[in-house]
């Protein structure tokens, strides 16, 4: 692979051509260096007065000939990423692979970067958005000067899918040099989708202890995972805070954390650090959603800090959190485009700093809170997220009761996302949601390829309901699942959203969705 990094041609800021002094670009009293670093350029930015809401670099005349577009997106996927032909594409957030008869161009940002970035390809030209606002309004940065992103630029030759996997998968690794993710394989088993919220105490020490007889023997061990539903004002659809304690239908939570120790397997438990409906304080409050805790705050981050220490002490060694994109935004990743959020006139309470600062700082306050826990994400900010999650989620939810949403979510982040897997954390396709509602033949293959992918692997299934076959099947995909560190790689990406032949540590697999 080579770093083909090059200098831009324009650089914009606030939407006006920027002056060139000696590769700083200056409008006004605001500026913004461009200098090459180990084969990056790193973008520095300040202004004294002006507030910043954008930068973006202009490389002119970097995309030749026909090729093939594949970009990733601002959190998870949602059945949208595939290899495109279309000349030009507007939106792409954090990186993009261009692949053409001659092999790959590779376009990124590092993770951590302190701006929402994206890329655009406009006419045969490469912009790089850097948005630099504060909630919908410029950053007030009064002088201070920070590394708004580290911009990566390479080519090299692929021949075969999997060459071209590789590929991208050791550019990708160029880019997160903080991955926290050990290797280790991740499995068990999550209610939700069998359960859908409506559970007890009584029915997650059920599921443990039958996770834990379907694998006896396996050295390592699997968790299981409490979801949403034990919180003490979890109420219809109202999925929210506090996590001081369990409802009556859970209890004592640190004891059944114990219980599930006992029996065998490693306690996981879910919750949603930022909404609560029910008593977060006046000063505290999010202007975007008054039900949000505004996270540019130290004392918003203190209380979030306490909630993950209280689980920690309660003997969980999973922490899946969610909804930290979608509270902060007030929108789903699909929708976010380059707006990012579908309301106007908010910024948060801290004006200094820009949103991804922000989500940065609250994305390691949870990491460093955590103790032990394995931590995994759910609906991050992908970027933002590498280096402070083990896993992450990388699609939308799959079902329970829905087949098509299981192969259009399901399949399709693991056949693109799959590339991220040991070089921004643990890429977490989501579960196998096994019901009398979904035919067991496709589950069947959803379950196959997803215990061969060396990727986080969870099951929900309502203990008693398989067949003694189905059983037999499910103990093998376990076994599977907690030994393999083989990735399983799409041979079809270039011409399918959902790709049906993979090679797997098994061997050539082929399946019918």
Same mark, same amino acid.
């Given at each position: 692979?080579?770093? %083909?990094?090059?200098?831009?041609?324009?650089?914009?800021?606030?939407?006006?051509?920027?002056?060139?002094?000696?590769?700083?670009?200056?409008?006004?009293?605001?500026?913004?260096?461009?200098?090459?670093?180990? !084969?990056?350029?790193?973008?520095?930015? %300040?202004?004294?007065?002006?507030?910043?809401?954008?930068?973006?670099?202009?490389?002119?005349?970097?995309?030749?000939?026909?090729?093939?577009?594949?970009?990733?997106?601002?959190?998870?996927? $949602?059945?949208?990423?595939?290899?495109?032909?279309?000349?030009?594409?507007?939106?792409?957030?954090?990186?993009?692979?261009?692949?053409? !008869?001659?092999?790959?161009?590779?376009?990124?940002?590092?993770?951590?970067?302190?701006?929402?970035?994206?890329?655009?390809?406009?006419?045969?030209?490469?912009?790089?958005?850097?948005?630099?606002?504060?909630?919908?309004?410029?950053?007030?940065?009064?002088?201070?000067?920070?590394?708004?992103?580290?911009?990566?630029?390479?080519?090299?030759?692929?021949?075969?899918?999997?060459?071209?996997?590789?590929?991208?998968?050791?550019?990708?690794?160029?880019?997160?040099?903080?991955?926290?993710?050990?290797?280790?394989?991740?499995?068990?088993?999550?209610?939700?989708?069998?359960?859908?919220?409506?559970?007890?105490?009584?029915?997650?020490?059920?599921?443990?202890? $039958?996770?834990?007889?379907?694998?006896?023997?396996?050295?390592?061990?699997?968790?299981?995972?409490?979801?949403?539903?034990?919180?003490?004002?979890?109420?219809?659809?109202?999925?929210?805070?506090?996590?001081?304690?369990?409802?009556?239908?859970?209890?004592?939570?640190?004891?059944?954390?114990?219980?599930?120790?006992?029996?065998?397997?490693?306690?996981?438990?879910?919750?949603?650090?930022?909404?609560?409906?029910?008593?977060?304080?006046?000063?505290?409050?999010?202007?975007?959603?008054?039900?949000?805790?505004?996270?540019?705050?130290?004392?918003?981050?203190?209380?979030?800090?306490?909630?993950?220490?209280?689980?920690?002490?309660?003997? $969980?060694?999973?922490?899946?959190?969610?909804?930290?994109?979608?509270?902060?935004?007030?929108?789903?990743?699909?929708?976010?485009?380059?707006?990012?959020?579908?309301?106007?006139?908010?910024?948060?309470?801290?004006?200094?700093?820009?949103?991804?600062?922000?989500?940065?700082?609250?994305?390691?306050?949870?990491?460093?809170?955590?103790?032990?826990?394995?931590?995994?994400?759910?609906?991050?900010?992908?970027?933002?997220?590498?280096?402070?999650?083990?896993?992450?989620?990388?699609?939308?939810?799959?079902?329970?009761?829905?087949?098509?949403?299981?192969?259009?979510?399901?399949?399709? %982040?693991?056949?693109?996302?799959?590339?991220?897997?040991?070089?921004?954390?643990?890429?977490?396709?989501?579960?196998?949601?096994?019901?009398?509602?979904?035919?067991?033949?496709?589950?069947?293959?959803?379950?196959?390829?997803?215990?061969?992918?060396?990727?986080?692997?969870?099951?929900?299934?309502?203990?008693?309901?398989?067949?003694?076959?189905?059983?037999?099947?499910?103990?093998?995909?376990?076994?599977?699942?907690?030994?393999?560190?083989?990735?399983?790689?799409?041979?079809?990406?270039?011409?399918?959203?959902?790709?049906?032949?993979?090679?797997?540590?098994?061997?050539?697999?082929?399946?019918?969705?």
């Amino acid at each position: 692979m080579n770093k %083909t990094t090059v200098m831009p041609d324009t650089v914009l800021i606030n939407r006006r051509a920027a002056e060139c002094k000696n590769e700083k670009y200056v409008s006004g009293d605001a500026k913004v260096s461009v200098k090459r670093d180990g !084969g990056m350029l790193r973008i520095d930015v %300040t202004a004294s007065v002006t507030p910043l809401r954008e930068a973006v670099l202009v490389f002119k005349d970097r995309i030749r000939g026909e090729g093939e577009t594949l970009s990733d997106t601002w959190e998870r996927a $949602y059945g949208d990423l595939f290899f495109s032909k279309a000349k030009n594409r507007k939106v792409m957030p954090w990186y993009f692979v261009r692949k053409t !008869g001659s092999g790959l161009q590779l376009y990124g940002v590092k993770t951590g970067a302190a701006s929402m970035c994206s890329w655009e390809i406009r006419e045969g030209d490469v912009l790089l958005h850097l948005d630099l606002r504060n909630g919908t309004q410029g950053v007030c940065l009064d002088g201070r000067e920070f590394t708004a992103a580290e911009a990566l630029m390479c080519e090299s030759v692929a021949g075969t899918p999997e060459d071209m996997f590789w590929e991208i998968h050791s550019f990708l690794r160029l880019l997160c040099s903080n991955c926290i993710y050990d290797g280790k394989p991740i499995y068990g088993a999550n209610n939700w989708y069998y359960a859908y919220g409506k559970s007890s105490r009584d029915e997650v020490l059920a599921d443990a202890r $039958y996770l834990a007889e379907l694998t006896n023997g396996l050295k390592n061990r699997p968790f299981i995972v409490i979801d949403d539903g034990w919180q003490q004002d979890h109420m219809g659809d109202y999925n929210g805070g506090p996590w001081n304690s369990g409802n009556a239908d859970y209890g004592d939570m640190g004891a059944i954390a114990s219980e599930m120790k006992k029996a065998g397997v490693l306690p996981g438990i879910w919750f949603r650090p930022l909404y609560d409906r029910t008593g977060i304080p006046e000063e505290l409050k999010f202007e975007r959603d008054k039900n949000v805790f505004d996270i540019s705050l130290p004392e918003s981050l203190e209380h979030v800090a306490n909630d993950v220490r209280r689980i920690r002490d309660w003997g $969980y060694e999973l922490l899946k959190y969610d909804f930290s994109c979608v509270d902060i935004f007030g929108r789903w990743g699909v929708h976010m485009g380059r707006s990012l959020t579908s309301n106007t006139g908010w910024a948060f309470k801290d004006r200094s700093r820009t949103t991804a600062e922000i989500i940065t700082d609250f994305y390691r306050t949870i990491y460093e809170n955590a103790g032990n826990m394995l931590i995994l994400g759910c609906n991050c900010v992908s970027h933002l997220a590498a280096g402070y999650v083990h896993a992450n989620r990388t699609g939308d939810d799959t079902s329970g009761v829905e087949w098509e949403r299981t192969k259009k979510y399901g399949v399709n %982040t693991l056949a693109f996302r799959t590339v991220q897997h040991g070089a921004f954390y643990a890429a977490d396709a989501d579960c196998v949601g096994i019901t009398d509602r979904i035919d067991w033949k496709k589950n069947r293959q959803w379950m196959e390829i997803m215990s061969l992918s060396s990727t986080p692997f969870f099951v929900s299934v309502r203990p008693g309901t398989l067949t003694r076959a189905q059983e037999k099947e499910l103990r093998s995909a376990y076994k599977a699942a907690s030994e393999n560190t083989v990735t399983a790689i799409p041979l079809d990406a270039e011409h399918s959203k959902t790709p049906e032949k993979w090679l797997t540590a098994a061997g050539e697999k082929r399946y019918r969705w």
